[in-house]
Structures are given as structure tokens and as C-alpha cells.
């Protein structure tokens, strides 16, 4: 195996990155780090999150910059606030002992003065989040014709929240003479078109296969009745005492409800979702990472960028539409050498799903049955005894009160001391599983089984709109999907664009020429108003209830609707 120093890492690096921890490079730094000191133009490289990435190009990019230089050299884009952070922090320790090196963090939801004022002192090396980046550029207060390389960090992500149009604004700007580095977990085929267009002779990387799940991960599954989901979460929590972990929802209400009910059954849970404040989501952050939280619930887009490396249990209450997601979700856990376990939570219509992953991640899903109450006590049991044995008693501090506990005790034998410590601590526990029915597990049917591997039952369910909207939800129809290019984030910016006042957006279904959204009842008439009679281009915009229309021929430009309004308020629609 390698040494940083083999690798050709300076010396004031190498001491940085020792008192940290380093002691020899990960895959993903063995391969990147050589490339990017030999000057390698462009590079890709595949790699999940928590392999070691961001020291991989860092560490490069800290020692090739020209301190005496005083304007941006590197720029490395990322999807969120939280990981933009997290890269300026690590570049940062790894350059504690490089003098006069200037790094600055550039995001959103904080103080634009401030980023310009220290814009206007000079800087080596911008960590940006696109929005704000371009809203920088556009005010003329950061000139990017000096960067001489690019970096796109989690580049899958960025294209999965819609910034596809900000990333070819923002490398309109850039020399063209310069490298480019793009790290993402997966290659889909719009990371393709990015390597297409900007690109020369790339060198591809892969540590692992491509797509491919990371492998100090298991995953296991579940599958309970639809209704038992919430039951299956708090057993499967109490199975693991020392769970750290992230429990990912598809909506934001469903995100709040659960986060809620873990609350009120006395777990240390907390959500991040949407449709908090910034403010609220730096403070829930702040708790999960200080072990305040043992729990965080949260959505795919909320989560995004969130760079924990000892969480140890993903879970999954439900699968993801986009399978891609999935290894995002799970990449959460087993990071920096660490293992980790993702669980799903699934009824037996994901059934199909499971053996779709499978195939994407090249990994075999363990199927588990639900903990019974007497194997849960005994584990929580247990794992009392172990912090017994292992606490740091303060001999000084105890000492004076000693002989009046004891006291206090005499009468009891050791025997009976242990058993009132045990039931002082698992009274309800134990009492709550000797009532608790155990969770029935549904029967699968061999024939549903074959359906669902080939994907029909869930895709009629979805294409003819009959699938049923979450209670409180109205689910609608709109005439665009896949094939235009649209996302989940791009659709819900632009129904937020268009129609006043914020709308929370619950479950979206992207289908090839078409797509279904979930939001509030009392909202469903108001966002059908607002798109009556609009164009998109030359194309009639037809929103709808869903349950009104019906499937549109396969082959025929028909969409639901016959109203087809008048043409004073075409736009078009951005991606």
C-alpha cells in the first residue's frame, strides 16, 4: 500500500493530515491524488460517498495553489449549504501548516456582504453552492477567468436538484484552458452529456463498480403490512440500542409526522425537511451531530450533502421511485473505513423494487422478520449490563456520599439491588412488549411476486393516475415528464413560481411524457387555476386532477383536458 508521502504530498500536508488521523491513503486518494499533482486535465471519478473524496481532491488542489497569487484558482462546486461547509472545513485542516492560504465557503441562507468583503481581500479557493455563486458573479464582485480547475462534487445530486442550467452558466465563465474534476456515486446518463460537452479525453476512475452500493454496507429488509410500518420502525430501533441513524421519509409531512411520533414515544428524534427555516435546520443539524439526536428524520432533498461519517443505520421507511437514490441513501453509513447498515421498510408491492436495487447496487438484500418483544428486552437488557460494566466511576466526586448510600441499601442483598436497577430502567419497555401484538408478516403470492420483478403492477397503478393520494392530498396530473428533462426539484420550482403563496408538494411520480403531484386539498383548485389556459413554448400546460382524466394513448400527443384556453400566457418552462 501507498504512503501519502509516495504519493507525492508535501510535508507541511502530511503533518496536517497525521494529527487528523491519516494513516495511509483510501482507494479514491491512491488513484486521484498522483493525477491531479501530475496535471491530468480531466478526470472522472466514481466513487460513493464516505470513501475519502474530498481529501482525494483537496489535498492536490491545496498543494498546486500559488499562495503569492492572490485571486480564485480552484473552485469546487457542491449541491448544498451543509456540504459546502463541510469541504471548506476539511480543506482548511488539511492546510494548517500552508501559510497564507485563503479558503472561502459561498452559500446560501447567510450573509452576502460578508462573502463579498472577504471576496475583495483575495482568496485561493472557493467552495460554492451554484445559486449563490452566480448571484456573486452576476453583482461583478468574483472573477473566476484565473481558476485554472474546476471541481463537481457529487455532480449526481446537483443534476437530481435541478442545477443543470446553473452548472453550464457558471462554466461559461471559466478559461477554457483549465481541468476538471467530476466526482459523483453514479453515472447516469446526464453526467455523460456534462462529460461530453466539457470535457477532453477524460480519465474515468472507478473505486468499485460503476453504481455500484459501497461495500462496507449490508443491507437488510423487512416487509410488514402497510399499516404496521410505524410499529416496525420503533421495534427495529429498540433491536439496535446504539443506533445512530438516519430514517429517510418520502414527504415532508410524512417526515414531520414520524419525527413527531418518536418524539412522543420518548426516542431522541428530530426532522429536517423543506419547509423548515434555515435557521431550524442548522439547529437540528447541530444536534444530530453533537449525539444529541439519535434519530434524524428526513427527506432525500434535505439530506442532500449531509457528510456524517459515524452514522451507523440507514433507514428506509419505504423505498425509492429512483433507485439512484437509494445509494445515495445508504452512503450515508458505512463511511471513512467504518461499516454500516441500511434497513428498508417495505409492504409486499416493493416487493419488486428489492431485486431492482439489487441488480443496481450488485448486492443481495437479507431478508429479516420483525423482533419479537422478548428478544428486544433481552437485547436492551443486555446492553445495559455492558454500560454498567464499562463506566468511568469519579472515585473523588462519590467518595463523601458513599457511606450514606450504602447505608441507604443495607438491607437489600446484590441481588435484589440489581434486579430494581434493571426495573427502574426497563419497567416500560418490558411492560410495553408484554402487551404489544406481535407484527403478522402479509404473505407474498408467487404470482404478484413475478408482476412486480417486471414492474407492471406499480407502473399501470401509476400511469392511469389511479393510485390513491396521501390522506389531506389531492393528487394531480401535468402534461410533461421524463422526456422533456424533468425532475422532482425542477417541477416543484416551477408550480412554486407560478403559483403565489408557498405549496407543499407531497409524492411526485415522473412518468416518460407525463407526471402526478401530491398537494394539500384546499390547494388542489387554486394551483388548477393558476395553470389554465398557460403554455409552455407552443404546447398547452394541462394540470388536472388526476382521478378526472384518463391514461393518454400511447403514440397520440392527447393529453387530459379539452379547454384549451387562449395563448396570452405562453413561457416557457425551465429546467
Same mark, same amino acid.
Not at 497564507?100 to 441562507?109: A, F, N, Q, S, T
Not at 436538484?161 to 447516469?188: C, H, K, N, V
Not at 410495553?432 to 403492477?457: F, L, V
Given at each position: 500500500?501507498?504512503?501519502?508521502?509516495?504519493?507525492?504530498?508535501?510535508?507541511?500536508?502530511?503533518?496536517?493530515?497525521?494529527?487528523?488521523?491519516?494513516?495511509?491513503?483510501?482507494?479514491? !486518494?491512491?488513484?486521484?491524488?498522483?493525477?491531479?499533482?501530475?496535471?491530468?486535465?480531466?478526470? =472522472?471519478?466514481?466513487?460513493?460517498?464516505?470513501?475519502?473524496?474530498?481529501?482525494? +481532491? *483537496?489535498?492536490?488542489?491545496?498543494?498546486?495553489?500559488?499562495?503569492?497569487?492572490?485571486?480564485?484558482?480552484?473552485?469546487?462546486?457542491?449541491?448544498?449549504?451543509?456540504?459546502?461547509?463541510?469541504?471548506?472545513?476539511?480543506?482548511?485542516?488539511?492546510?494548517?501548516?500552508?501559510?497564507?492560504?485563503?479558503?472561502?465557503?459561498?452559500?446560501?441562507?447567510?450573509?452576502?456582504?460578508?462573502? =463579498?468583503?472577504?471576496?475583495?481581500?483575495?482568496?485561493?479557493?472557493?467552495?460554492?453552492?451554484?445559486?449563490?455563486?452566480?448571484?456573486?458573479?452576476?453583482?461583478?464582485?468574483?472573477?473566476?477567468?484565473?481558476?485554472?480547475?474546476?471541481?463537481?462534487?457529487?455532480?449526481?445530486?446537483?443534476?437530481?436538484?435541478?442545477?443543470?442550467?446553473?452548472?453550464?452558466?457558471?462554466?461559461?465563465?471559466?478559461?477554457?484552458?483549465?481541468?476538471?474534476?467530476?466526482?459523483?456515486?453514479?453515472?447516469?446518463?446526464?453526467?455523460?452529456?456534462?462529460?461530453?460537452?466539457?470535457?477532453?479525453?477524460?480519465?474515468?476512475?472507478?473505486?468499485?463498480?460503476?453504481?455500484?452500493?459501497?461495500?462496507?454496507?449490508?443491507?437488510?429488509?423487512?416487509?410488514?403490512?402497510?399499516?404496521?410500518?410505524?410499529?416496525?420502525?420503533?421495534?427495529?430501533?429498540?433491536?439496535?440500542?446504539? @443506533?445512530?441513524? =438516519?430514517?429517510?421519509?418520502?414527504? &415532508?409531512?410524512?417526515?414531520?409526522?414520524?419525527?413527531?411520533?418518536?418524539?412522543?414515544?420518548?426516542?431522541?428524534?428530530?426532522?429536517?425537511?423543506?419547509?423548515?427555516?434555515?435557521?431550524?435546520?442548522?439547529?437540528?443539524?447541530?444536534?444530530?451531530?453533537?449525539?444529541?439526536?439519535?434519530?434524524?428524520?428526513?427527506?432525500?432533498?434535505?439530506?442532500?450533502?449531509?457528510?456524517?461519517?459515524?452514522?451507523?443505520?440507514?433507514?428506509?421507511?419505504?423505498?425509492?421511485?429512483?433507485?439512484?437514490?437509494?445509494?445515495?441513501?445508504?452512503? &450515508?453509513?458505512?463511511?471513512?473505513?467504518?461499516?454500516?447498515?441500511?434497513?428498508?421498510?417495505?409492504?409486499?408491492?416493493?416487493? %419488486?423494487?428489492?431485486?431492482?436495487?439489487?441488480?443496481?447496487?450488485?448486492?443481495?438484500?437479507?431478508?429479516?422478520? @420483525?423482533?419479537?418483544?422478548?428478544?428486544?428486552?433481552?437485547?436492551?437488557?443486555?446492553?445495559?449490563?455492558?454500560?454498567?460494566?464499562?463506566?468511568?466511576?469519579?472515585?473523588?466526586? @462519590?467518595?463523601?456520599?458513599?457511606?450514606?448510600? +450504602?447505608?441507604?441499601?443495607?438491607?437489600?442483598?446484590?441481588?435484589?439491588? @440489581?434486579?430494581?436497577?434493571?426495573?427502574?430502567?426497563?419497567?416500560?419497555?418490558?411492560?410495553?412488549? !408484554?402487551?404489544?401484538?406481535?407484527?403478522?408478516?402479509?404473505?407474498?403470492?408467487?404470482? &404478484?411476486?413475478?408482476?412486480?420483478?417486471?414492474?407492471?403492477?406499480?407502473?399501470?397503478?401509476?400511469?392511469?393516475?389511479?393510485?390513491?393520494?396521501?390522506?389531506?392530498?389531492?393528487?394531480?396530473?401535468?402534461?410533461?415528464?421524463?422526456?422533456? *428533462?424533468?425532475?422532482?426539484?425542477?417541477?416543484?420550482?416551477?408550480?412554486?413560481?407560478?403559483?403565489?403563496?408557498?405549496?407543499?408538494? %407531497?409524492?411526485?411520480?415522473?412518468?416518460?411524457?407525463?407526471?402526478?403531484?401530491?398537494?394539500?386539498?384546499?390547494?388542489?383548485?387554486? =394551483?388548477?387555476?393558476?395553470?389554465?389556459?398557460?403554455?409552455?413554448?407552443?404546447?398547452?400546460?394541462?394540470? !388536472?386532477?388526476? !382521478?378526472?382524466?384518463?391514461?393518454?394513448?400511447?403514440?397520440?400527443?392527447?393529453?387530459?383536458?379539452?379547454?384549451?384556453?387562449?395563448?396570452?400566457?405562453?413561457?416557457?418552462?425551465?429546467?
Amino acid at each position: 500500500m501507498s504512503t501519502f508521502q509516495e504519493l507525492g504530498v508535501m510535508p507541511e500536508i502530511q503533518q496536517a493530515i497525521t494529527e487528523l488521523g491519516f494513516e495511509q491513503p483510501m482507494p479514491v !486518494q491512491t488513484e486521484v491524488i498522483p493525477q491531479l499533482l501530475a496535471n491530468t486535465r480531466d478526470i =472522472i471519478a466514481l466513487a460513493q460517498t464516505g470513501t475519502g473524496k474530498t481529501a482525494a +481532491f *483537496g489535498i492536490p488542489i491545496i498543494q498546486k495553489t500559488d499562495v503569492k497569487h492572490l485571486s480564485p484558482q480552484t473552485l469546487i462546486l457542491c449541491p448544498t449549504r451543509e456540504l459546502c461547509l463541510q469541504i471548506a472545513g476539511d480543506l482548511t485542516d488539511y492546510s494548517t501548516y500552508v501559510k497564507d492560504i485563503k479558503i472561502l465557503p459561498v452559500y446560501g441562507g447567510s450573509s452576502i456582504e460578508s462573502q =463579498i468583503r472577504t471576496l475583495k481581500r483575495g482568496v485561493h479557493i472557493i467552495v460554492a453552492t451554484p445559486g449563490r455563486l452566480i448571484d456573486l458573479i452576476k453583482r461583478k464582485t468574483v472573477s473566476l477567468s484565473n481558476v485554472h480547475t474546476m471541481v463537481l462534487d457529487e455532480a449526481d445530486e446537483m443534476l437530481n436538484m435541478g442545477f443543470s442550467e446553473d452548472i453550464d452558466e457558471i462554466l461559461s465563465y471559466l478559461p477554457q484552458e483549465r481541468s476538471m474534476l467530476l466526482f459523483s456515486a453514479t453515472m447516469p446518463k446526464e453526467i455523460e452529456k456534462i462529460t461530453r460537452k466539457y470535457m477532453q479525453d477524460p480519465k474515468e476512475i472507478t473505486i468499485g463498480r460503476k453504481n455500484e452500493g459501497a461495500q462496507s454496507v449490508r443491507h437488510i429488509y423487512y416487509m410488514v403490512h402497510a399499516k404496521d410500518k410505524y410499529l416496525a420502525l420503533k421495534r427495529i430501533v429498540d433491536y439496535y440500542p446504539n @443506533i445512530y441513524g =438516519i430514517v429517510f421519509c418520502r414527504t &415532508r409531512k410524512e417526515t414531520q409526522e414520524i419525527a413527531d411520533k418518536l418524539l412522543q414515544d420518548g426516542y431522541d428524534a428530530d426532522s429536517l425537511h423543506g419547509d423548515l427555516s434555515q435557521a431550524q435546520r442548522d439547529f437540528v443539524m447541530g444536534k444530530y451531530r453533537n449525539h444529541n439526536l439519535q434519530l434524524l428524520v428526513a427527506t432525500d432533498v434535505a439530506a442532500r450533502g449531509l457528510d456524517v461519517d459515524d452514522v451507523t443505520h440507514i433507514v428506509n421507511f419505504g423505498l425509492p421511485d429512483d433507485f439512484e437514490i437509494y445509494t445515495h441513501r445508504s452512503g &450515508r453509513t458505512g463511511r471513512a473505513g467504518k461499516t454500516g447498515t441500511s434497513i428498508s421498510i417495505i409492504h409486499t408491492k416493493e416487493k %419488486g423494487k428489492v431485486t431492482q436495487i439489487e441488480k443496481l447496487i450488485n448486492k443481495k438484500f437479507e431478508k429479516r422478520e @420483525i423482533p419479537k418483544g422478548d428478544v428486544i428486552c433481552e437485547k436492551q437488557l443486555f446492553n445495559f449490563v455492558d454500560k454498567i460494566e464499562k463506566v468511568k466511576v469519579n472515585e473523588a466526586e @462519590i467518595e463523601r456520599l458513599l457511606p450514606s448510600i +450504602f447505608r441507604k441499601l443495607e438491607w437489600l442483598e446484590k441481588e435484589d439491588i @440489581i434486579k430494581r436497577i434493571v426495573s427502574l430502567e426497563f419497567n416500560r419497555l418490558i411492560e410495553y412488549y !408484554q402487551q404489544a401484538e406481535e407484527i403478522e408478516e402479509p404473505q407474498e403470492s408467487s404470482r &404478484r411476486n413475478r408482476e412486480e420483478s417486471r414492474g407492471k403492477r406499480g407502473d399501470n397503478r401509476q400511469e392511469n393516475g389511479a393510485r390513491k393520494p396521501e390522506k389531506g392530498y389531492a393528487r394531480l396530473f401535468i402534461n410533461v415528464g421524463k422526456m422533456d *428533462g424533468v425532475n422532482p426539484a425542477s417541477l416543484m420550482g416551477f408550480i412554486n413560481d407560478n403559483v403565489k403563496g408557498k405549496v407543499p408538494i %407531497g409524492r411526485i411520480d415522473l412518468m416518460k411524457s407525463f407526471s402526478f403531484f401530491e398537494v394539500p386539498e384546499e390547494l388542489a383548485g387554486k =394551483i388548477v387555476n393558476t395553470f389554465r389556459g398557460m403554455y409552455i413554448e407552443d404546447r398547452k400546460l394541462v394540470v !388536472q386532477l388526476a !382521478q378526472e382524466g384518463e391514461r393518454p394513448e400511447k403514440g397520440k400527443k392527447k393529453f387530459f383536458g379539452n379547454d384549451y384556453g387562449n395563448k396570452s400566457k405562453k413561457k416557457k418552462f425551465r429546467y
